[in-house]
């Protein structure tokens, strides 16, 4: 047993009212934001899989782990793979830091965004899924959802201010050389606004290729990695899940899966919604400034951490360049249309 | 443009000696080794290209301000001659302020071509800083 595996059996003990011990307890790569392990929990004979994500000493985004919690709750059982979470402890409990323990979902794997082929001969299987479920999340009624009850909800006019105010006091905060083409890309934001969102929804924040578990046979298993859900525009999603970063191969295919006017109209369909050409445009460029904004971050968390995490050295510098390519050239687009 | 070549280097080797957790080992291990691996692979492109980027970033930036200064009225940077990463960078970072302000200022006067000047600098930046993925 390890020092980390004793305690939490001691925790799970304590709250089971039963001996529970752990047993095959490992990290796995769960973002940088949270650490992230697997282990199995035995209890009177019964072996089940669980997830546990702590958060780190210094955590990259400033996320709050009960929003996280309740976003993942509101949406079990509603079609969208949503995992099943178990236990939050804000306070740390026995392991010393805030985490939330959820049910594993087993037979699956993420790929990585960053692959060539990442989904191979299920690219549309897994593209329609895709994009049906970010629709369906978007769809969702607001009313009795748990996480509506800790999330603020923004005005339909507001949701653009709030979220380009929060992301460049982000880039405010944690630059440390300067960036004038995001800089650039933040000014124009606030020079020509979005529409008026069509819907107040949640959204996810993080919902990409690489942040779901497939099962290897074409069918999306579980939606990870909730941790910036919020309410708001749900073109914001959209628009994010879009990102070129995401497709490192320019091939005309959204991550890998299918094409771009096969991939909005499918979430069109589940959702419910138009899309109007201005307010993804908007947004698009956005989702750009917001990556920019992480990955600024992202070099300052790998600094302050004594270089020693590479993933964030990689999202500090890879995904910061790529994202400078990307505002430069949807700058430059916008100007000329 | 952060971090630079010299501190992902210091990375390497803080994370191949940082001890790591016992729960650390197995797929979470190979992963980070597949990380270090591949931000090496991208630290040889920026060896190879890096101090170029830079010189031509800085003059580029440079010319352009040299070119708005009578009409916008921006003190040019200082330039030490010095080739050493540190002092490119922060000769970068100097030069960056003063672009920002420019076009800003440019945004601000509706200088259309100018601002187009701008944009397309912006563009051979952030090419001329690329990394690129390893093919497979």
């Known amino acids: 047993m390890t020092p980390l595996a004793d305690a939490l059996a001691a925790y799970l003990t304590r709250t089971a009212g039963a001996p529970v011990a752990v047993e095959a307890l490992a990290r796995i790569s769960g973002g940088a934001s949270r650490e992230t392990y697997r282990y199995d929990a035995v209890i009177g004979g019964r072996r089940d899989g669980y997830i546990l994500r702590r958060d780190p000493p210094g955590s990259l985004i400033d996320t709050d782990r009960r929003l996280e919690f309740l976003a993942i709750s509101s949406f079990v059982g509603k079609g969208v793979a949503a995992p099943q979470v178990v236990a939050l402890e804000e306070d740390g409990a026995e392991l010393d830091r805030p985490f939330f323990i959820m049910r594993r979902v087993d037979g699956g794997a993420a790929a990585s965004p960053f692959s060539a082929d990442p989904y191979g001969e299920h690219r549309e299987a897994i593209g329609e899924q895709f994009f049906s479920i970010l629709g369906k999340i978007a769809a969702e009624p607001l009313a009795g959802l748990p996480f509506v009850e800790v999330a603020p909800a923004p005005e339909h006019s507001a949701c653009w201010r709030r979220e380009l105010d929060y992301w460049a006091g982000v880039i405010d905060a944690d630059e440390q050389h300067p960036q004038p083409i995001v800089r650039a890309a933040i000014r124009r934001l606030r020079r020509d606004p979005p529409p008026t969102a069509a819907r107040i929804s949640v959204v996810h924040g993080d919902y990409r290729s690489g942040n779901f578990l497939h099962d290897g046979r074409g069918s999306i298993i579980a939606v990870l990695d909730w941790e910036m859900a919020h309410l708001g525009d749900p073109l914001e999603d959209l628009a994010w899940a879009m990102d070129p970063l995401w497709s490192p191969i320019p091939d005309g295919r959204v991550s890998g899966m299918i094409g771009v006017a096969e991939a909005l109209a499918i979430w069109s369909r589940a959702s419910g919604l138009a899309i109007d050409p201005k307010a993804m445009a908007w947004w698009s460029l956005f989702a750009a400034v917001k990556g920019q904004a992480i990955w600024t971050s992202s070099a300052k968390a790998w600094k302050d951490g004594g270089f020693i995490e590479p993933i964030l050295a990689f999202s500090g510098w890879y995904t910061a360049r790529r994202h400078d390519e990307i505002l430069a050239e949807r700058l430059s687009a916008l100007e000329v249309a | ?136």
């Open chain 2, 1 to 136: 443009m952060t971090p630079s070549l010299p501190d992902l280097l210091i990375g390497q080797a803080a994370a191949l000696t940082a001890s790591q957790p016992v729960e650390a080992g197995g797929d979470y291990l190979a992963g980070r080794v597949g990380m270090l691996a591949l931000l090496a692979v991208m630290m040889a492109q920026e060896a190879e290209r890096g101090l170029a980027a830079r010189v031509w970033e800085n003059g580029a930036i440079g010319d352009l301000l040299a070119k708005a200064a009578p009409a916008y009225r921006l003190a040019p940077a200082t330039d030490g001659g010095d080739l050493s990463w540190r002092a490119l960078d922060q000769r970068n970072a100097d030069l960056r302020r003063l672009l920002i302000k420019l076009h800003e200022l440019v945004e601000a006067r509706g200088d259309a071509d100018l601002d187009r000047e701008i944009l397309a600098l912006y563009r051979a930046m952030a090419h001329a800083r690329r990394l690129d993925l390893p093919a497979s």
